[in-house]
């Protein structure tokens, strides 16, 4: 079947790169292993019911099938660690970092179409592969930024919402609150009202999920300018794919910070399901609150300091280095000190760690190499190349962390600082739209394969104390 070749894409191609000489012949290889569907919902409505019968098979043939043990650790830390729901976008291996279908970072800017040959790929090929599991071509990644943009409009009620909040008011507010304006529209909800099967949840679904990714850049736009430019609102322009249009939209228009909004909303779209603003949505989703309620939840968990805020305190915490020391400039002796300061006072270094990986996070790295091929003598840059020079040592040294390496926030900043994107606390509304693209996609899974009401089961520390003390 389709998905079962879709699926096991990348390990052939692994092992015919090594018999061939070009990329592109192993690219070329690769899509024959796809559709030509230019229509993505045409493309999905394939896919259903293969994924269904293989979801029904696992729980008629392994349903009782054990897939690790709970421990204490587990139940207070966070649950990290337990595997406890199906995400089908993406999965962070602890090596080789985040998988978008199987595929790195790395297959990912190689293979999946960009805005020019050689170019990062394009928001709208990340998209279509995390739905269907397929190497779109790019006639079919030209279509879907097609339709995206023909979904665009912004009802007048959604931007009236936000004005009725203070221009000061946070960022992420303003954009949880433009995102449940927008929830007068839901499909599903006015399906499910009309008495649709259950079979077909997840086709008003796919169009609320499709809307609502296709609305979030001007949303998302719309608040920056009312903020921090004066209101002046920049149109969308339809000659441009996602990321450019939103970059455009936001009032950036060199090529080179196009190019790196691709680079951010592809690298930044999907993280497996575990972590908060993914599971938020899932969990919300799963007792049949449309896409546009559950993303919103998912933008309120983003806000907390401890998931989206990472990459402005990253670049927060590097302005003070420059303001300590009068200079970007400074010896890694000076930054050794300055990092023992940050640790002893109870901080952590920012933009350091990860709670499953153990390398160099593959996002912090193609930022990297972004950088050195457009802004090698950008000082924050060089600044930024010291740290990850001299923090891994000091970390690996205390013994305190699991992953002493950078992750994707310990870059983003400084980029987007360079191209004049310099509101820090707009940031995490990048992140959020960014995410839409991941969350998207496994909410209309979700209905698709009928994922049940989340219901975990909650201990009280009277019962945990007691089933420790029959254990031991």
């Given at each position: 079947m389709a998905f079962f070749r879709s699926v096991s894409a990348l390990s052939k191609l692994r092992s015919h790169v090594g018999q061939q000489s070009s990329l592109a012949n192993s690219v070329r290889w690769l899509q024959t292993q796809s559709s030509s569907n230019t229509d993505l919902y045409t493309e999905m409505k394939e896919l259903v019911p293969e994924y269904q019968e293989r979801v029904k098979k696992l729980k008629k043939d392994h349903g009782s099938v054990e897939l690790g043990k709970i421990t204490v650790d587990m139940v207070l830390g966070g649950m990290r660690g337990m595997t406890a729901l199906v995400w089908l976008g993406s999965a962070v291996d602890p090596d080789e970092g985040i998988r978008f279908r199987n595929m790195t970072i790395p297959d990912c800017q190689k293979i999946l179409p960009g805005a020019f040959p050689g170019g990062e790929p394009l928001p709208?090929?990340?998209?279509?592969?995390?739905?269907?599991?397929?190497?779109?071509?790019?006639?079919?990644?030209?279509?879907?930024?097609?339709?995206?943009?023909?979904?665009?409009?912004?009802?007048?009620?959604?931007?009236?919402?936000?004005?009725?909040?203070?221009?000061?008011?946070?960022?992420?507010?303003?954009?949880?609150?433009?995102?449940?304006?927008?929830?007068?529209?839901?499909?599903?909800?006015?399906?499910?009202?009309?008495?649709?099967?259950?079979?077909?949840?997840?086709?008003?679904?796919?169009?609320?999920?499709?809307?609502?990714?296709?609305?979030?850049?001007?949303?998302?736009?719309?608040?920056?300018?009312?903020?921090?430019?004066?209101?002046?609102i920049i149109p969308m322009d339809d000659s441009l794919d996602y990321g450019a249009n939103y970059a455009h939209m936001l009032g950036f228009d060199d090529p080179e910070m196009l190019e790196f909004m691709r680079l951010y909303v592809s690298i930044h779209s999907d993280h497996e399901g575990g972590n908060v603003s993914s599971h938020t949505a899932h969990l919300v989703a799963s007792p049949l609150s449309d896409p546009y309620l559950a993303f919103a939840a998912a933008l309120n968990g983003l806000a907390g300091p401890l998931h989206g805020l990472a990459n402005q305190e990253v670049l927060r915490w590097i302005r003070n280095i420059v303001k300590e020391f009068g200079t970007p400039d400074i010896s890694k002796e000076q930054l050794s000190d300055y990092i023992h300061k940050t640790l002893s006072s109870g901080q952590v270094v920012p933009g350091y760690g990860h709670g499953v990986l153990r390398n160099t996070d593959p996002r912090y790295t193609c930022q990297r190499e972004f950088a050195l091929k457009h802004l090698p003598n950008d000082p924050l840059f060089q600044l930024v190349s010291k740290i990850k020079e001299v923090v891994p040592p000091i970390l690996t040294k205390l013994g305190k962390v699991k992953n002493p390496w950078p992750n994707v926030d310990a870059h983003s900043g400084v980029l987007l600082n360079y191209y004049g994107l310099t509101e820090e606390n707009y940031y995490t509304v990048l992140f959020g739209v960014a995410r839409s693209l991941g969350v998207g996609p496994q909410l209309i899974w979700d209905r698709a394969l009928g994922m049940p009401l989340e219901r975990p089961k909650s201990v009280t520390l009277e019962k945990l104390e007691k089933l420790c003390g029959a254990s031991s």
């Open positions: 709208e090929s990340v998209l279509w592969l995390l739905l269907t599991g397929k190497v779109p071509s790019k006639e079919q990644v030209d279509s879907l930024a097609q339709e995206l943009r023909s979904r665009a409009k912004i009802p007048e009620y959604a931007y009236k919402a936000i004005d009725a909040l203070p221009v000061k008011a946070h960022p992420m507010t303003q954009f949880s609150t433009g995102v449940m304006a927008l929830q007068v529209e839901s499909e599903f909800q006015k399906a499910y009202e009309g008495g649709i099967h259950k079979s077909k949840y997840w086709e008003p679904t796919y169009e609320d999920s499709m809307n609502l990714i296709a609305r979030l850049p001007a949303i998302a736009a719309y608040i920056y300018r009312r903020i921090y430019k004066d209101g002046k």
